[in-house]
Nanobody, 123 residues
């Protein structure tokens, strides 16, 4: 089992930037696809971005061109650089590790969720 701890959230004005980090311990980190999800109040958890062991990246259409996911396997950490933030990006952001048997980006295909970090974008 892997333990994931997110950090880097906060309050930022629209148009600003934040960098989220997700530190992992436990299960071998480098072999797995890591993902970022977010959940706004009253809404379902939604996919934001993911990065495979081979550094292939995937993004939700809503964040393409604004967010960048990266990973540092030596530090067992995955990052989410968020630029040009909008009020609709406000949510709790979670990182998670994809199950080896999965190939999609539904929340059910990921486990070992972190506790989340709040991102609030003011207009």
């Amino acid at each position: 089992q892997v333990q994931l701890v997110e950090s880097g959230g906060g309050l930022v004005q629209a148009g600003g930037s934040l960098r989220l980090s997700c530190a992992a311990s436990g299960r071998t980190f480098s072999r797995y696809t890591l993902g970022w999800f977010r959940q706004a109040p009253g809404k379902e958890r939604e996919f934001v971005a993911a990065i495979s062991w081979s550094l292939t990246t995937y993004y939700a259409d809503s964040v393409k061109g604004r967010f960048t996911i990266s990973r540092d396997n030596a530090k067992n950490t995955v990052y989410l650089q968020m630029n040009s933030l909008k009020p609709e990006d406000t949510a709790v952001y979670y990182c998670a590790q994809r199950l080896p048997s999965s190939s999609n980006f539904r929340p059910q295909s990921f486990d070992s969720w972190g506790q989340g970090t709040q991102v609030t974008v003011s207009s």
